[in-house]
Each structure stands twice: as C-alpha cells, then as structure tokens.
C-alpha cells in the first residue's frame, strides 16, 4: 500500500512491483489483493515465491538481479528483512527509497543513525543467533547502501510515523493521498471497533492480560467488532470471540483501507501500533476518532525484549490525534477482576 502512496505523491509511473511472497497466509492474502490494486493504477507487478523451497532464493535472486543491476531507483519495503538486505548488496542503484513499514520504521531510523545492527525491536538477545551471525556481513552492507554517503547516493525515507531522519536522509510525508482519493467517504456504525495487535505472538504480551484488556475495552466503550491483525492465532482470535462477545473480522487489505471503504465505528481504539500514526491521516475528515490504549508493563511477559516498555511507550507517545486512554480503562488489576473498570467520560 505504501508504495503505492509514495508513487502517487512521485507521479511514479515506471515501476515495477516486487512481491517477495511470504509463508503466512493471511499476509499472503493482502499482498495478493494489494498486487491486484497496484495493477489497476497500471503498475506491473511481480510475484516471486522467494521462500518455496532450497532452490527458491536462488531462483529469485537469479531472476531479480538483472533488473537491480540496471534500475536507477529501487523502493524498499522492510529494512530489517534478510531478503531485502541481501538484494540491496546487489544494486548499484543512485537512489534508494524506504517507503513506510510502520512502526518497525522508528527503530530502523534510530539504528541507522546510531550505527547499529538493523534488528527488529521485539527480537529478544539483539539477533544473536547462529543465522544472525551468518548473515551479519550483508546486514552490515545493507546497512552501508541505506547510509547516504559518497558516489553520489541519495536516500529518501517516505513515512507517515513522526520520525528525525540522520543527517543526509531526506525525510517525504506519506499523507496517505491515494487512500482518500481511491476510497471512502466511509459509512460510519453507532459503535466502536478494535484493532488486533500480534504482541501476544511476538511473546511481548501475555495472552491472558491481552484477552482481558480486550474485553474491557469493549464493556467500556461499547465495541462490537475486533480487526484482527494479520498475524495474529486462530486459537487467540478463537478465544477472544467467544470471552468477550467481539465479532472478529480478518481483513483483507490493509486496515487503513478497510476502515476508509467502511463501513466503520465512529471510534476505533487501538493498542501501541502502526495504526495510531495512520488511520488519523487515513479518515480525517470522516468523523471517526481514533484512541489509543497504553500496555502496562505488568502485562509483559519476561520473555520479551529489555526495549519493548520503552519501545512502546514512544508509539503511544508520539502519536498525533488520538485519544490516549488511561490503562485502568483498558484492564482490570488482575485478569477477571473488573471492579476498578469505570465508563469513560
């Protein structure tokens, strides 16, 4: 989708769109109707089956590189993606462009500016595994090429988070044009939505403490319906639909043109993610209010990362036109016990 935003705001018009098709299916799903939006503006597209099998990365690095070779400007998705790194070490491209990975985008901008290994956020041990320390010299490459330096090299970062680029990296403000242009107004329900996170299946989050926030969040503000997020179980989403009463709908693009098409609650809450930076930018002028609701650090599970409180607590912090919501409207003090759980003013 953001790639898409930013070719918009470019007048992009020549560009080929590259799928490198992951195992999950439900991302599966979106991708593939995402690839068939991108061909209704006119853009080709390629879907590369990178992790079907041993041979698989060879046959698509193979059939890849002649284009990177060739291709003046290549537009990255996921910096922190070992595929992704691994192809960049193949272009001798002038101009690199990071369009918007959500939150996950934060982080990488401040490894960059600091120097450090490009590793996801919620990895506890900082990605020291034996694969890590393969791959440790075309992370560091990658992490070169991402860096504008010598040769004329240019890097352009296309983001809708609120986030200080290093020096040399031109920042542009995914406003997210294309989505209002291409969908909605939406119609708007009399209730609330919630919006799934996957911090239960990253080990972030304790599935107890989650499930319960979730159900108070729906008594408090009347929800009906819960936007799973793509990643999320089928047994987590099985539980949450029959604990809290939530209908549970697994979109098929991305939520912010899920809620853009509608029809939608005229509040949508949330938990630190992605969305509470791009779904204000996505319904504004619709009428639809967008809250967040912090994770306390008591619903952390001791597997996850030292950085995640802090991580956390930034995505919430830094968000623009969102209520925030105090914790003790979102879970009891300890699961089952919703006696400090008061409507919200």
């Not at 195992?23 to 939006?37: K, S």
Request: aromatic content about 6%.
């Amino acid at each position: 989708m953001n790639v898409l935003e930013w070719a918009y705001g470019e007048q992009a018009t020549d560009l080929t769109v590259v799928v490198l098709a992951p195992h999950d299916p439900m991302t599966r799903g979106q991708l593939r109707r995402m690839a068939e939006l991108a061909r209704d503006e006119g853009f080709s597209v390629r879907w590369e089956e990178a992790r079907e099998g041993a041979s698989a990365p060879l046959r698509t690095i193979g059939g890849l590189t002649p284009r990177l070779r060739r291709a003046g400007r290549v537009v990255i998705g996921d910096p922190f993606s070992r595929y992704v790194q691994l192809l960049l070490t193949l272009t001798r491209a002038r101009h690199l462009v990071v369009v918007d990975d959500g939150t996950a985008t934060m982080e990488f901008i401040t490894q960059l500016a600091n120097g450090e290994r490009l590793v996801r956020w919620h990895r506890h041990g900082g990605g020291r595994g034996p694969r890590d320390v393969l791959f440790a010299p075309f992370s560091a490459a990658a992490r070169r090429r991402l860096t504008p330096g010598a040769r004329h090299r240019t890097v352009n970062l296309f983001t809708a988070m609120p986030v200080e680029p290093p020096p040399g990296v031109h920042l542009l403000s995914n406003e997210f044009a294309w989505t209002r242009r291409r969908f909605g107004p939406p119609r708007l329900t009399r209730g609330a939505d919630i919006v799934g996170t996957s911090l239960v299946e990253t080990g972030v989050v304790d599935p107890d403490r989650y499930v319960t926030a979730v159900a108070s969040l729906a008594r408090v503000h009347g929800a009906t319906r819960y936007f799973a997020h793509r990643r999320e179980s089928t047994a987590k989403l099985h539980r949450i639909a029959v604990e809290t009463g939530l209908e549970v709908v697994r979109p098929d693009l991305p939520l912010e043109l899920i809620t853009r098409r509608g029809p939608v609650g005229r509040l949508v809450l949330s938990f630190p993610s992605t969305v509470v930076h791009t779904l204000p930018l996505a319904l504004a002028g619709t009428g639809v209010g967008v809250a967040v609701c912090d994770i306390d650090p008591a619903w952390l599970t001791s597997d996850a990362s030292p950085r995640a409180e802090g991580f956390l607590s930034g995505v919430t912090g830094t968000a623009r036109g969102v209520r925030r919501l105090p914790r003790a409207l979102s879970a009891p003090s300890e699961p089952g016990d919703a006696s400090d759980v008061a409507p919200s003013s």
